[in-house]
């Protein structure tokens, strides 16, 4: 019934706006030519009113929403992606209002009228090469600031960056850090089994001290390095308060690396926002739960980090090799029978 | 020369035996003349017709999947009621979601405003502006239209295959375009879109090389080539990239074909799913995505330049004034042409590619700013000092100005790739390319058919109606997705179902409620349009030869429309198609390409 009653309603407005339309046609075909010339004018006004509403609207809406967006950078990358954004805004927001502006007061101020004569302007090379050359400049520092920085972000790591590896998977992130021998245990592919699904090769010995985290903790102010990759679809591990993302692509190993600046409790403190927390979201379409791919991020002081370090258990002795550690037994039954399997496999 | 000799003898025998019927025409059944029908007109016709009915299907999509945006805790069991299917307890399935926003965007890209757009414009106008009785190839042309109608009718099968249509966007990249196990959208849905785009390819190229051949083959007498008009040079340079650019999608729409179906690995590699190793080694996503977006990139320029054709086109003729620039607009057509092929990474900053790649494609990418500029500063100095008629065709041409201006702008954020490490696929993304070439193409799109209606149909359009038309859609175009940007830049990613449940991206809720309300109405003002459209049809005002007073030639056929286009011999054409108010002594402002040159303008060098 609701639907019947809204489309009779519709239709109802339709005809409305068809029989006043008509009454225009009629208006129009009765006038004479310079009775047409004042039609012109009217709509004119019209088109520029809405023209310069917009331009106020758009404006304005930049004042209000300035204060919904991003806290400022958390990384030193970030924030020379920030500036490099700013200096664009201010550039193109300098020529959108200027180009607008002349656009819809030029439609007003030039309107039909009937002593009016058009002025024959065909060419003018000056105008052309100035408008050529003037964007050819301010596009050469853009190009030139962004190109640098661009090199500096993908850089190769320092050293002593702290190493992790994020694996995407529909529909969740897998994080795993190198352990205090500060090298990622070497991953094969023909040992991948559902027990273990990254295929970390066992025998090679530095993956013994890595482990598998439930949230990305990182030191302030120390370079962070990642070891991106991806198990079934392209994810994108997207990073927003740090300003930072990269494709996760399965086969395709991809890096990241950058400095937060920036801890977790300042950023509560900076946003007002006593349950800020920084996250990792997925930004690559991978499927249907791909808008809920969450991972927490925090960044800590350098003591809180080493003190979270410590506690965190080695992966192949607590799950793997727990005979080894102190595991439990019905964990080391599982895992002989898995380090049978990936005997097998070799 | 000597082809178009050929060719006109061959039509004008055509147009003579027709003659000699006289009284016979009526034996021109209803079937061979609107639907079997090889004229150039009629086709054109047609590819509106489809491309209307495609875009009311597209737009539809987007006003459910905006439902969804809007209103993500509520229940609709009226839409239930009506999309079973894609509905469980009154919401939206995230499947049917996905599958909604790839069927949107294939359709709107491809079917819209490229098929429909190039399709009808190319067909109406070449022959009529270039002074010739039909395309070069009338079979191939028809053929055009007819494989753009069974790829359309495989792609909307798909929407009702028991697994869904495509839905890993309309990007379709691999591996979640590949393996059915990761999406249900990627299993049928997918075969249907693939083979679906192989036919609209073909669709494509027919026309393509037969616009490319007519131009550059059957220009009439005196009909230089720095004598078409914008429209033409701006259809011939979308047909060259749609030739060189379409058969690249081919090749890598087949190649998925053979990874789905035949067991090769060219874009898969190291898959594992649910613990379990695929068969899959060697190859690389990444290909594809240089594939696609070597199609891909330039597409937006298919898209965009038939509509800034049109928009240059009708800026002079209803300012009263020559285009400024005229040279430099074709300049910059082929600027953006040849540009448009080497940037088409720039899509893919992030996606794993060498970042020293990166950098040369920023480079390109920024550059292809430099035409686009040119054309916005010559438009706005076409208008300067005009004597500027407001009607249907001139406002939106102004407003297409304006959107190109606004997306534009934003696309020299998105192509600085080092900036794009932040907005990469963010809401930012979607409102930058919606303003640059969807709203921008589309407002082309209805400058040209408010200004060409009356070539078509032989009566006027509805003022009234356009005037409303043009505020629903302009205002409301802004007022989707200019604040977009700012969602974007608050770091809310694109292709997101619902933004509650991360909270860093759910602070937008009344926002988008407001666009979702200013959808559905800017959805339902299209009817007003459509309304206009059927109704002119039949009881607008008739037109009389030459509504706008336009220089070119198409005013100069009978506005009935006739098959041949004009009567007897082809016109001769003497000049520029830009003499708006050259003569301020006179009364009559323009002076028809037809019109001989006077002694006086022949010792005036510029522009004959």
């Known amino acids: ?346 | 020369m000597q082809t178009t000799t050929v060719t006109d003898q061959h039509v004008d025998e055509h147009v003579h035996s027709h003659g000699h019927e006289g009284g016979h025409h009526h034996t021109e059944t209803f079937i061979s003349k609107y639907i079997f029908s090889l004229d150039h007109k009629t086709i054109g016709k047609q590819f509106l017709t489809l491309g209307m009915l495609w875009a009311i299907v597209g737009g539809g999509m987007s006003v459910l999947f905006r439902v969804q945006l809007g209103w993500p805790d509520e229940t609709f069991p009226i839409l239930e009621r009506i999309f079973s299917s894609w509905f469980t307890d009154g919401k939206l399935n995230p499947e049917a979601y996905y599958s909604l926003i790839t069927m949107h965007g294939t359709i709107m890209v491809f079917f819209v405003l490229t098929a429909s757009l190039s399709g009808t414009f190319a067909n109406v106008l070449i022959p009529l502006q270039i002074g010739a009785r039909d395309m070069a190839s009338p079979l191939m042309n028809a053929l055009s239209f007819w494989f753009f109608l069974l790829a359309g009718v495989i792609m909307f099968a798909s929407l009702f295959l028991p697994t869904g249509a495509a839905s890993a966007g309309w990007t379709i990249y691999p591996p979640l375009s590949a393996l059915p196990q990761t999406s249900p959208g990627s299993g049928n849905g997918m075969t249907f879109w693939l083979i679906a785009m192989v036919f609209f390819v073909v669709s494509t190229l027919l026309g393509g090389l037969n616009y490319i051949s007519t131009v550059l083959n059957m220009r009439t007498k005196g009909m230089t080539m720095f004598r078409l008009p914008l429209t033409v040079w701006a259809l011939f340079f979308t047909a060259i990239i749609g030739v060189l650019s379409f058969p690249v999608l081919v090749s890598c729409v087949v190649l998925l074909i053979f990874d789905r179906g035949l067991g090769t690995s060219f874009y898969l590699s190291n898959i594992v799913i649910g613990g379990k190793a695929l068969p899959y080694a060697g190859g690389s996503p990444i290909l594809f995505q240089h594939l696609f977006w070597f199609l891909g990139h330039p597409e937006v320029y298919i898209i965009i330049l038939p509509a800034m054709g049109m928009v240059s086109e009708i800026l002079a003729v209803h300012s009263r004034k020559p285009i400024f620039g005229y040279k430099a607009m074709i300049f910059s057509i082929l600027g953006i042409t040849v540009l448009g092929f080497i940037v088409w990474a720039h899509h893919m900053y992030l996606s794993g590619m060498n970042p020293f790649l990166g950098s040369v494609f920023t480079l390109f990418t920024l550059l292809i700013a430099i035409p686009s500029a040119v054309k916005v500063f010559n438009w706005l100095t076409t208008l300067w000092r005009g004597n500027i008629r407001i009607t249907p065709p001139s406002m939106f041409a102004i407003g297409f100005v304006s959107m190109f201006i606004s997306g534009g702008l934003t696309g020299i954020w998105l192509g600085n790739s080092t900036i794009d490490i932040q907005l990469h696929d963010t809401y930012f993304v979607v409102a930058h390319f919606h303003i640059v070439m969807g709203i921008a193409a589309f407002f082309g799109m209805f400058a040209g058919i408010y200004h060409w209606f009356p070539r078509m149909f032989g009566r006027m359009m509805n003022d009234t109606m356009a005037y409303i038309h043009f505020a629903i859609t302009f205002i409301g175009s802004y007022l989707i997705f200019w604040p977009m940007h700012f969602i974007g830049l608050a770091g809310v990613p694109r292709r997101y179902y619902s933004f509650n449940e991360i909270e860093a991206f759910a602070q937008y809720g009344d926002l988008n409620k407001l666009i979702s309300v200013v959808t559905v109405i800017v959805f339902l003002g299209q009817f007003v349009f459509l309304v206009n459209f059927v109704w002119s049809m039949y009881r607008g005002r008739k037109a009389t030869q030459n509504p706008w007073q336009a220089n070119t030639l198409e005013w100069t056929s009978p506005i009935e429309g006739i098959h041949g286009n004009w009567e007897g011999d082809l016109p001769t054409v003497h000049r520029w198609p830009y003499d708006y108010s050259r003569n301020p002594d006179s009364d009559v402002d323009f002076i028809p390409q037809t019109v001989p040159l006077t002694e006086e303008e022949k010792k005036d060098k510029i522009h004959h």
């Open chain 1, 1 to 346: 019934m609701a639907i019947i009653l809204g489309l009779l309603t519709l239709v109802l407005l339709y005809i409305v706006i068809v029989q006043i339309s008509k009454a225009s046609d009629l208006i129009k075909s009765l006038r004479s030519g310079d009775e047409q010339g004042e039609s012109f004018g009217n709509g004119a006004l019209f088109t520029s009113a809405i023209g310069f509403a917009v331009l106020i609207y758009s404006l304005v809406t930049c004042y209000v929403y300035a204060p919904t967006l991003l806290p400022k950078p958390a990384s030193e990358q970030g924030v020379w992606i920030n500036d490099l954004l700013n200096a664009t805004l201010l550039l193109t927001g300098v020529v959108f209002v200027i180009t607008q502006f002349l656009l819809f007061w030029f439609v007003y101020k030039y309107h039909y009228r009937k002593d009016r004569k058009a002025y024959f302007f065909a060419d003018n090379n000056k105008l052309e090469v100035a408008w050529t050359v003037v964007p050819a400049i301010v596009l050469t520092f853009l190009i030139g600031f962004g190109i640098q920085k661009w090199f500096k972000i993908f850089s190769p790591a320092p050293k002593e960056a702290v190493l992790i590896e994020v694996t995407g998977k529909q529909y969740a992130w897998v994080v795993r850090y190198a352990g205090a021998d500060r090298a990622l245990g070497k991953r094969d592919f023909s040992l991948v089994n559902p027990d273990n699904e990254l295929g970390i090769n066992w025998n090679d010995a530095t993956s013994h001290d890595d482990f598998l985290a439930d949230e990305i903790v990182l030191p302030v102010n120390k370079p962070v390095s990642f070891n991106v990759g991806a198990l079934d679809v392209i994810h994108n591990f997207w990073l927003p308060h740090f300003r930072l993302m990269m494709s996760a692509v399965p086969g395709v190993p991809t890096h990241l690396w950058f400095r937060p600046t920036v801890t977790t409790e300042e950023m509560k403190r900076e946003t007002k926002n006593p349950n800020f927390e920084y996250v990792v979201a997925c930004n690559k379409l991978c499927g249907s739960g791909h808008y809920n791919m969450k991972k927490t991020v925090k960044v800590v002081t350098q003591e809180e980090y080493e003190k979270w370090f410590s506690e965190q258990k080695s992966y192949y002795y607590s799950v793997v090799k727990p005979s080894e550690g102190n595991a439990s037994d019905t964990a080391k039954v599982k895992v002989v029978a898995m380090a049978d399997k990936d005997k097998v496999a070799k």
